[in-house]
């Protein structure tokens, strides 16, 4: 087996395309150089020996060393240097790439290679003491992190502690003999610390680096992330050596990192920082402020653009991001190292945006011709246009601007300030909107940031961690806020102007502006118009699937039709009784003596009900909506305390202890499997009745008033046998032919029903008989499937995901395998008795894209989910189609 390839200037080993093993890193590298572009040598060891190594107790393949060897000496042979040699130094860099980038793996060793001997080397080459020795320390400080897993604070202490001693604020200001002295502490150190000495033999440095790398694909964070993104472990990552070039030889030296379009807003200008004279990560590690690529964004009070610093190099620099746009037809991100004046290419990959920076540069890559349509439907993924789809702060509210930062991340977020990942956690489990404020953020952070609501950082620039983790979650972030000093032994932060937030307290973040604003500050929704709307038309010329809603309001029923949706999938009726002062005739209905009390009752709910409707079929516009008669355990609708007791009794003027007896008598050990959905009806038929009396005087008044073309779909909930659905079916039909007769109009309507427990997806072809639609509720399909309570599983679920059990909760992801199992039998089944059945899904997984997908996949006719979700499962169905 082939594990290792070669790249270099003429004669590339692997290819764009070879992700699978190459990983994203290895396969751009060599997709670089074949277009041209400089890439410094190296090689890539493959994802299938990672794979190969946890398969085989953590051993390599017996091929692996001598693949290596080979390779090597092809790098020493491109850059006429040599490995380990004390003349002539080959120094090499060891970085992880899986197919997908992953945050939470070793990152990065640089400068490997170094030893005592080979330093003299370098020296010799650059004529730089002071240059070689400032390699040599940070390989240490690196490797001992990343490699032996040392706790990276160590080292610095020391490194501060020499500046300190000198009186120095930069490591810059270190001279050579500093540096000569620091690896010598440095090296005292690791010894003490990890018990075996600095390993110098660089074969074995290169062998620890490539361990650690493939070491930590399994580690906690690694795993946690994967999780998170629904990566496979399977997967494994792959690891590039390559040769060095430094970026840190001096001031015609640079490195940076920059975005072909502006990864917030998508704009087509060339946005980027970098950093004169410094290596790889001191861009991104946030300890010195970098400097602007361009003068595009200008401000004044910004560092020296490296289009005046560095005109030649930036020069070099637009040529290539102008090969790299047409050749990927899409914005990439890339990182590049200016060695004496000369640039290199050490990465580019496809950038991570913003929703609206994705929709942005997708509308306008169709307009350049670089992409179709269908490229630009693909590009887009459906969950991310959560962030487009969510407020931004009211313009008109007033709001206390306590500081200001960098706008990494766009939205608006309010929550209580925390300022650790772990108090986030537990926080949000808690239900508790948190904003996580760190001085800056690391992968150790991740699942803080997940549960936050938004992210505040005092250091580090657009590109930092906090930014780019923020930005590919959707969240809101404000980054490198230098206005605040944040106090983690006090729990509190500082502003420049004097203001105190302590833990608890509330602030808004706004991460469009880069604001951080005292208290919550209103926020209004999203204007939808625009490359939005723009990308979801063409998604919707792809897409076979239908998208509904689930809406229960006139006003819901607006805002869905607004993102989209093409009707209504689920108007939970029992939502209006807790309208205004409904309750009370429900109660009454509900605590009635007798058939005459209940109707009594029923009277006063009829005409709201109705009301209700009426809004919902004006607002839907002919556009079909399906209405769910009362579905919940009734005691789900009664007084719960005392007080409530006492203030029903008097309302209805009966005593007391009855109702209170009453209250109790209702009480049940399982109500989810208990009196509730078609049971109520078949024990009071009159509910229904009312229910159905509403509905089609609401659609015959329209009809006959106001000319509306309206087909209403009256939905029966929690059948298990077809017997409940033929009497209720008949009990629908003599009123809703009872109302059609008294309007004297002619309106059609269907009867249907969900499919929500096991034994009617079973059952389908026999329940099918009697309905005209089946919508499959999947909540209680997925609660019933499994026998896990959907509101008690909350609790354990989550350990059960954490220990692999579930790979996902199943109440998020349709569980295809089981649940998914019954649904498409289920369907099946019932087109098998009326091949005209209308089949859908209504329950939470209609908006969940994975979810969408499958449904499309076994032929259902449409999705219904929340009013948010509705562009979400629209491009979700797109991208099923294509
Ligand atoms: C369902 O069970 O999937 C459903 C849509 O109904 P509800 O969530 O109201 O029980
Ligand atoms: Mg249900």
Redesign the pocket.
């Known amino acids: 087996t082939k594990y290792v390839y070669f790249f270099g200037e003429g004669q590339v080993e692997g290819a764009g395309d070879m992700k699978n093993l190459l990983g994203g890193k290895g396969a751009n590298l060599a997709e670089m150089l074949s277009i041209g572009l400089p890439v410094p040598a190296g090689f890539t060891l493959t994802t299938e020996v990672c794979t190969a190594f946890y398969d085989n107790n953590r051993h390599y393949p017996e091929e692996l060393s001598g693949q290596v060897k080979e390779a090597l000496g092809k790098v020493e042979a491109q850059m006429g240097k040599k490995f380990g040699d004390p003349k002539n130094p080959l120094l090499v860099s060891v970085r992880s790439g899986a197919r997908a980038s992953m945050p939470g793996m070793m990152d990065t060793v640089l400068n490997l290679g170094l030893n005592d001997e080979t330093v003299q080397g370098i020296i010799d080459q650059s004529g730089d003491p002071r240059f070689a020795y400032d390699s040599y320390r940070r390989f240490i400080q690196m490797y001992s992190n990343v490699v032996l897993e040392m706790d990276g604070d160590v080292l610095e202490h020391i490194l501060e502690k020499k500046k300190e001693e000198k009186g120095v604020e930069l490591d810059t200001e270190l001279n050579a003999a500093d540096l000569k002295m620091l690896v010598e502490q440095f090296k005292k150190k690791v010894q003490e610390v990890v018990g075996q000495a600095f390993p110098e033999d660089p074969e074995e440095q290169l062998w620890g680096a490539i361990g650690a790398v493939f070491g930590s694909w399994m580690n906690p964070r690694a795993i946690t992330y994967r999780k998170l993104n629904d990566i496979p472990a399977e997967w494994g990552t792959a690891v590039n050596v390559q040769s060095m070039v430094y970026g840190n030889m001096g001031d015609d030296c640079a490195t940076g990192v920059a975005f072909t379009r502006d990864p917030s807003t998508g704009e087509n200008y060339f946005y980027g920082e970098y950093l004169v004279n410094a290596q790889g990560e001191d861009v991104v590690a946030g300890i010195r402020t970098p400097q602007p690529i361009n003068k595009a964004k200008y401000k004044e009070g910004d560092l020296p653009a490296m289009e005046d610093v560095l005109p030649e190099c930036y020069q070099q620099l637009l040529e290539v991001r102008s090969i790299l746009e047409k050749h990927y037809r899409d914005m990439q991100d890339i990182e590049f190292t200016i060695e004496k004046g000369k640039l290199y290419m050490l990465q580019t990959r496809n950038g991570k945006r913003t929703a609206k920076a994705a929709t942005h540069i997708a509308a306008e890559m169709v307009k350049e011709g670089l992409i179709s349509k269908k490229e630009a439907v693909l590009r887009i993924e459906p969950e991310q246009l959560d962030q487009l789809l969510h407020p931004s702060l009211d313009p008109a509210a007033d709001k206390d601007v306590i500081a200001k930062g960098l706008p990494a991340s766009p939205g608006a977020a309010s929550g209580m300030v925390v300022f650790n990942a772990d108090e986030a956690e537990e926080q949000a489990r808690l239900k508790k909107r948190v904003i996580l404020v760190r001085v800056e953020t690391s992968p150790e952070d991740i699942h803080g940031m997940h549960a936050a609501q938004g992210i505040l950082t005092a250091r580090g620039g657009m590109t930092s961690h906090a930014a780019v983790v923020a930005r590919g979650m959707g969240k809101c972030c404000v980054a490198g806020c230098g206005d605040v000093k944040i106090d983690y032994e006090k729990q509190q932060f500082t502003t420049k102007g004097g203001v105190v937030v302590k833990r608890g307290d509330m602030i808004t973040l706004d991460g469009s502006a880069g604001e951080v604003i005292y208290g919550d500050v209103p926020k209004v929704q999203p204007e939808l118009s625009g490359d939005f709307a723009e990308v979801m038309t063409w998604a919707d010329e792809f897409r076979r699937l239908k998208v509904r809603t689930?809406a229960d309001t006139p006003h819901d029923s607006k805002v869905a039709r607004e993102f989209g949706a093409e009707g209504i999938g689920?108007c939970?009726t029992e939502h209006m009784f807790f309208e205004g002062d409904r309750i009370q005739a429900v109660r009454e209905m509900i605590l009635a003596e007798d058939l005459t009390g209940r109707e009594k009752a029923l009277a006063k709910i009829l005409p709201m009900q109705k009301s209700d409707f009426l809004g919902i079929f004006r607002e839907m516009k002919g556009l079909p909506v399906t209405i769910?008669l009362l579905?919940?355990p009734l005691h789900e609708f009664l007084p719960q305390t005392d007080d409530d007791v006492a203030e029903l009794a008097s309302a209805c003027g009966v005593k007391f202890s009855d109702v209170k007896a009453h209250v109790e008598h209702l009480h049940e050990f399982n109500p989810m499997l208990g009196h509730r959905g078609c049971r109520l009806a078949i024990s009071y038929p009159e509910v229904y009745d009312m229910q159905v009396r509403a509905i089609m005087e609401a659609a015959c008044e329209l009809v006959k008033n106001e000319g509306f073309d309206i087909v209403p779909e009256i939905m029966i909930?929690l059948v298990a046998h077809v017997n409940e659905l033929k009497i209720l079916r008949e009990n629908a039909v003599a009123v809703a032919e009872e109302v059609i007769k008294e309007f004297g109009v002619e309106v059609e309507y269907l009867i249907g029903t969900?499919i929500?427990l096991p034994r009617a997806a079973l059952m389908a072809d026999k329940v099918a008989e009697q309905a005209d639609f089946f919508?499959?509720?999947?909540?209680?399909?997925?609660?019933t499937t499994y026998g896990l309570s959907r509101d008690d599983s909350g609790h354990f679920l989550p350990d059960y995901v954490e220990r692999g059990v579930f790979r996902r909760d199943p109440f998020v992801y349709l569980d295809r395998a089981g649940v998914g199992q019954l649904v498409k039998m289920g369907k099946e089944k019932g087109r098998a008795t009326r091949p005209d059945l209308k089949v859908g899904?209504?329950?939470?997984h209609g908006g969940e894209p994975s979810s969408v997908i499958f449904c499309h996949e076994i032929g259902l006719d449409y999705v219904s989910c929340s009013p948010y979700r509705v562009p979400i499962a629209r491009l979700a169905a797109a991208h099923a189609a294509l």
Do not use: A, K, V, Y
Not at 775 to 783: I, R, V
Not at 841 to 844: A, D, H, L
């Open positions: 689930n689920l939970r769910r579905d919940p909930p969900m929500e919508s499959f509720g999947t909540n209680d399909l997925t609660q899904i209504c329950g939470e």
